[in-house]
């Protein structure tokens, strides 16, 4: 039987409920087989960003998922030097699941700048995009829609940033909204920020 499998890439610097939200949507109301979430290594938008250890970032995401038999997390990338680019995570799942659909999930910000991919034709030939955007908010003209549709999962949003909550850790706020406890534990106890 052909799995839907979703990719949900990005810095996870750290991961917070936003990440795993888009993941839960996926699967319950597109029926996702699973969700396979992908650390970079370094992106290719965020060069400048201060970013923590590729390990750390690896265990904060197996924490914030470890409930859910559905999510699994890939070392793909972190396992590569240099750039992480989407066409070559794309590439490496098509060769390890060849007869599955591949969905790539991505929030509506970085649908904005889909275009400015490398090699982001190859990316819509070889999986199907999925755009999270906030609920009520009018579907934007992307450049690339003329040329593949994206499906639009219209989802209650999550008004948070990764780049806020390293903040409020920094500032030790004793409560953060929309951070897993056992990642702010981890946080805590390694000092990752």
Known sequence: MIKKIGLLGGSFNPIHEAHTSVANYFVEHYNGDKVIFVPCNVSPFKSNESIAPNNHRLEMVKLAIENNSLFEVSEFELENSGISYTYQTIDYFKKLYPEDNLCLLVGGDQAEN?????????????????????????????????????????????????????????????SIEFLNPKVKSYIEEHKVY
């Open 114 to 174: 889909f275009h400015n991919w490398k090699n982001w034709q190859y990316i819509l030939d070889n999986a199907e995009l999925y755009v999270a955007l906030r609920k009520g908010y009018k579907i934007p003209s992307y450049d690339f829609e003329s040329y593949k549709k994206a499906t639009y999962m219209e989802m209650p949003f999550i008004e948070v940033s990764a780049s806020e909550i390293r903040e409020k850790i920094v500032n030790r706020a004793t």
